[in-house]
């Protein structure tokens, strides 16, 4: 049987190459892709990501070649992103502490969660969450996706992250304890030094956010503590790490390098690269 993967996409917009490399690997390895949105409404790439004349501004050049921008809008185009999972109809919402009838609220989300969630995470065999500017919307702070990813790591089961996506495995905590799944893992993600003085954008919003919200740098370094290490590589063209059973990315560049080593993942048993 060919492996399942689960790519979870912001409907705020991904980050062409962060969705190409990653899908092209699976592809190429025989592996079976689906896609989940968090309401179930189609992604759709976000256009300087399918602009090879786009300039980036922290790195001040192109990060987008001719050859990627045809790929991503491909794939962009294609009908495979086309009626993606919902994790809203999926996975429940936990109830407010104020509600009504709270105890019962909360037996009866308990039961639907364990259940969406053991289904989900028998059916696929790793999870992906692609970067760009729309995760910081609709997927880091988002509980269903957390719980998803908290009953991956439950189950031994790799998670990729790229880019702003890294941010949902340092929100995603188990409510009771409040503990990081990263403490004392070493990831990459998007540093300061990349990170837009003006201009972070989103699909579906006329709003210039200017500046990301947080700098996703400095979470990733208290989220995985003292015995952990966020690993920024700065000056080096790609960045990707591998402490099992997370594999992250930093940026476009390392879309590609993180499928292939999410194929050496599951097909190989890769549990450390990178640092």
Known sequence: ????????????????????????????????????????????????????????PPLGRSVTTRDMARRARELDESSRLDNPLSLADLIPERPYYSALNH??????????????????????????????????VDLANNERLHELVLAFVSADKPILAECYGVAVLAFARDVESRASLLWGKHVTGHPKEYDYKDGTGFLGVDFNMG???YP??????????????????????????????????RSTPDSAPSGALMVEVLDNGLRRHGW
């Open 216 to 249: 996703l740098e400095y979470i990733l370094r208290d989220a995985t503590g003292p015995d952990g290490g966020f690993h920024g590589n700065v000056g080096k063209e790609t960045s990707v790490i591998v402490d099992y059973p997370f594999v992250t990315a």
């Open 211 to 213: 500046p990301p919200p």
């Open 1 to 56: 049987m060919p492996k399942q993967i689960l790519v979870v996409l912001s409907e705020y917009g991904y980050w062409g190459e962060e969705l190409v490399g990653p899908v092209e690997a699976f592809d190429a390895a025989g592996y079976r892709v689906t896609f989940a949105t968090p309401t179930g409404e189609r992604a759709h790439a976000l256009p300087p990501s399918l602009d090879a004349e786009y300039i980036d």
């Open 103 to 136: 105890l019962r609220e909360l037996e009866d989300y308990h039961a639907r969660r364990d259940a969406a969630v053991l289904d989900l995470v028998t059916g696929f065999d790793g999870l992906v969450i692609v970067g760009g500017s729309g995760p910081i």
